[in-house]
């Protein structure tokens, strides 16, 4: 096994003339999920391409299995599974028949094919489905079944591309059941995703903004170092106007509703016991006022605003 | 190459294919309709109506229209009393001939003197004017020659045989049926038609489902990906092409005249240049609208210039030359050749050369323009 199941190495893309990555360059280790977050447009998308050998970089390489995505995309091909952003199966085929295709391509013939199509049908659920045309199938089926035809050759990197967008939360999680599942084997999987419950799944997590990694790390580490500021979590009766009161107030820089709380994002834990004192003063009754650790969600956007500022 | 990659493309396509009843409906029906059009669609030029000015109304007079008549090119509907309605009989176009009998016809032929008829044609078509003029003067010197026949016998005298005797034979089409020129014309052009399209629907159809991205990160080749699609094409031409032999036995009775088995085999040959031709223009157009129309651009001249309705030989010879370019003017010449002739490989062999090379330029520049790459 290779160390690195995949290496970029100052990837650049540019599209005439507009920069979609610029010079990113990370390391995956194997048997990793690795989450790749960042808005529309931010270039994740066409990273995934690169690595999966069918975009040139314009600069810059990236190993994927120790093979050069430049040199030797054939070679690689066989070794990962791709499931693309865009739902991408033949409507007019049936279940099985779109399964039995993607596992011919990648060389799986005659009782091995037939087993491995059925572990899937049975694993996805598929099985009672399995003589439907795709397209009388419902979204979250069709995700499954989509993620089905990009691991039926059991690849050693999987590449995932929004693989739920637009799917119904119950169907998400049985998608990353799936997914979990498949990290645990040891495949290394690489997903892209807006949902930041999702980005928890994950091992390791790299922001793209612009087409520029702006921060890397697990889910927690990334929680802890890079929100420049604090997280207090304000519990308090009129969430709405609350809300307005923090953001007027001078010592926070940002607020935001979370759940049944106020998220207010200080410089210091000191400013606590003052926002209360002044919250009170207002009129509120505030239950609490105590530092948490952020979401997600918090970091990114502080991490975004910090970039726009 | 790979076997097993290719037979799941191959089988994929197939059940697509077979899925697609618009597509299968289209190549059942457009071969009826274009032979139900094109076969009737015949160059004789029978029946013309035709105004008579008869002035002379004199036995030698019936005699006259009666030749007339008898050639099938001539229908006389109306008998006309001055030059007026006759010329009114034309602008409308309730007659498309008019044919002026002098009122002194009669007494010239019998002073063996030259009586003047005047055939007048609408010659709007000038292309069946010209073969009406000239049956109208082959009448006059078929009659001339009878009437200086009966002339010398009365006379006493000795006939002579023509000094020059025209004898003419309608080689592979004894009874001159324009449907055993244009029907192996149409199967060409329905084959070269379908195939085409068919190959633009298959290729472009990938691109623009966005499936060609899912297909590109495969390990599949792009020649297997080609072959793969085009094989269930192959077969479905075939189908197609015993389809339209069968109607065209059924309904016109143009039978096969030379080797059926041979008409088969080169058959593939077409295919190769036609399909390539498909191909290429898929792999330079983004969408099917764009590809469909780049093949109408392409197929639409290229069928007046492979001689499906016309001679090759009467284009000027720039065009000629740009129908050397087209895969249906080399098959034309295979399947009249077979159909009508019943030649045999000896025959046709530099047609099936021009095939090949054809099909080897255009696919090779197939292959070239389809890289397995998005950008």
Redesign the interface.
């Known amino acids: 096994m290779t160390e690195v199941a995949v290496r970029a190495e100052n990837l650049t893309r540019i ?1 005439d003339g507009l920069v979609a990555v610029d010079h990113v360059s990370f390391e995956i280790p194997p048997g990793r999920k690795w989450g790749f977050l960042g808005p529309n447009g931010a270039g994740k998308s066409t990273t995934i ?1 690169m690595l ?5 970089p314009t600069e810059g390489t990236a190993w994927v299995l120790g093979r050069d995505v430049r040199r030797e995309a ?1 070679a690689i ?2 070794r ?1 599974g ?1 499931m ?1 952003q ?8 049936t279940v099985r ?1 779109n399964l ?8 799986l ?1 005659g009782a091995e094919l037939r087993r491995q199509v059925e572990a899937w049908l049975e694993h996805a659920g598929l099985a009672a489905r399995q003589h439907d045309l795709v397209a009388n199938l419902p979204g979250g089926l069709r995700q499954r079944l989509a993620l089905g ?1 990009a691991v039926l050759h059991q690849p050693e990197v999987l590449f995932l591309d929004e693989p739920t967008a637009g799917v119904d939360p119950l169907s998400r999680r049985q998608f990353w059941e799936l997914i979990d599942r498949f990290a645990e084997e040891g495949t290394t999987v690489i997903v892209t995703t807006h949902y930041m419950d999702e980005a928890e799944h994950c091992d390791e997590l790299a922001f793209i903004y612009n087409g520029r990694l702006i921060a890397r790390g697990a889910p927690e580490q990334i929680k802890r170092t890079r929100m420049p500021g604090v997280v207090l979590e304000v519990r308090t009766d009129r969430l709405m106007e609350a809300l307005a009161a923090c953001e007027r107030h001078p010592l926070v820089q940002e607020a935001a509703l979370y759940g049944a709380a106020v998220h207010a994002i200080v410089e210091d834990v000191a400013v606590a016991p003052r926002l209360l004192q002044d919250l009170r003063a207002s009129g509120f009754a505030v239950e609490s006022i105590e530092p948490v650790l952020p979401s997600l969600e918090d970091v990114f956007v502080a991490l975004v605003e910090a970039e726009e500022g | 190459m790979s076997a097993r990659r290719l037979r799941s493309i191959v089988r994929k396509e197939t059940a697509q294919l077979l899925r697609d009843r618009r597509t299968l409906g289209i190549m059942i029906t457009l071969p009826i309709i274009q032979l139900v059009l094109y076969g009737y669609l015949t160059n004789e030029v029978l029946h013309q109506p035709t105004a008579v000015w008869d002035q002379c109304a004199c036995s030698e007079s019936r005699i006259l229209v009666r030749a007339f008549e008898n050639t099938r090119y001539f229908a006389v509907r109306w008998w006309v009393r001055d030059l007026r309605e006759m010329e009114r009989r034309l602008d409308r176009g309730q007659a498309k001939i008019g044919i002026v009998i002098p009122p002194d016809y009669a007494r010239r032929l019998r002073a063996g003197e030259v009586a003047q008829v005047l055939v007048v044609v609408d010659a709007s078509d000038a292309t069946s004017a010209r073969v009406v003029l000239s049956v109208a003067s082959g009448v006059g010197a078929r009659l001339s020659q009878d009437l200086t026949v009966q002339l010398l016998r009365r006379r006493g005298q000795r006939t002579v045989p023509q000094p020059v005797e025209v004898r003419t034979r309608a080689w592979y089409n004894p009874d001159l049926r324009s449907q055993v020129f244009i029907v192996p014309g149409i199967l060409g052009a329905i084959l070269q038609f379908t195939t085409t399209f068919l190959t633009i629907g298959v290729i472009v159809r990938e691109r623009e489902l966005g499936t060609f991205e899912q297909l590109v990160v495969t390990p599949i080749r792009p020649a297997e990906l080609m072959l793969g699609k085009i094989l269930p094409l192959v077969a479905l031409g075939y189908i197609n092409l015993t389809f339209i032999l069968a109607l065209a036995w059924a309904w016109f009775g143009v039978t096969v005249k030379g080797s059926l088995l041979l008409l088969y085999v080169l058959t593939l040959a077409f295919f190769f240049s036609s399909l390539g031709l498909g191909t290429l223009i898929s792999t330079v157009s983004r969408t099917f609208t764009q590809a469909a129309q780049l093949a109408q651009l392409i197929l639409l001249p290229s069928i007046l210039l492979s001689g499906f309705l016309f001679p090759r030989e009467s284009l000027p010879p720039p065009l000629q030359w740009v129908g050397l370019a087209v895969p249906l003017t080399y098959y034309l010449t295979v399947i009249r050749g077979i159909l009508v002739k019943g030649v045999g490989i000896e025959a046709l062999w530099p047609s099936i050369l021009a095939l090949v090379g054809l099909g080897v330029v255009v696919f090779a520049a197939a292959i070239v323009r389809f890289q397995k790459k998005l950008g």
């Open positions: 599209f391409r999966c050998g069918i975009l040139s054939e091909r066989a990962i791709y693309t865009r739902f991408s199966l033949w409507r007019d085929l028949e039995e295709f993607y596992g011919g391509v990648y060389g013939w035809c």
